[in-house]
């Protein structure tokens, strides 16, 4: 499967040291050049620009495509996601801002955000959800509690 991915679920995945699950759930990971420039913006955590300053092998940086005036209201990291989600027909997208993801399925693209990603690669046996949800709980990330529940619910975690 391939996916592109929006800059959210890379930054949380690498600051919860995870990151390294995307290259056994999916074929391919293809990131926009925009999102690569935000992964390596000051503000973004030192771990982040760290780990892109030195990209992985199975990620694969792409030109951001034309982008489309319909997407004003993205950031440009989601727009140039979406834009190249559509443009090279991936399988899925990965992102977590909720108009990014309303947007990336109105143009018929499946989405996955950061907990979903976690929740494939504990049925995946490649890490613990639990370890993984607390240490996401000690980011910025907005683990909303029903949403952890639901997933645990359906991860079949007491």
Request: charged share 20%.
């Amino acid at each position: 499967m391939i996916v592109v991915a929006d800059t959210s679920p890379l930054n949380y995945l690498i600051l919860i040291g995870a990151v390294d699950v995307l290259a056994p759930l999916y074929t391919r990971v293809v990131v926009p050049q925009t999102v690569v420039a935000e992964l390596r913006a000051s503000r973004t955590p030192t771990v982040v620009r760290a780990w892109i300053a030195q990209p992985p092998v199975w990620m694969e940086i792409m030109p951001d495509p034309p982008l489309d005036g319909t997407m004003t209201a993205l950031d440009p990291g989601e727009r140039a996601a979406i834009a190249l989600a559509v443009a090279i027909q991936v399988s899925r997208l990965l992102i977590d801002d909720f108009d990014g993801r309303a947007e990336a399925e109105r143009r018929s693209l499946r989405v996955t955000g950061t907990l979903g990603v976690l929740a494939a690669a504990h049925r995946s046996g490649l890490l613990d959800f639990d370890a993984a949800a607390a240490q996401l709980s000690k980011t910025s990330f907005y683990l909303s509690p029903h949403l952890l529940a639901t997933v645990r619910r359906l991860l079949a975690i007491p």
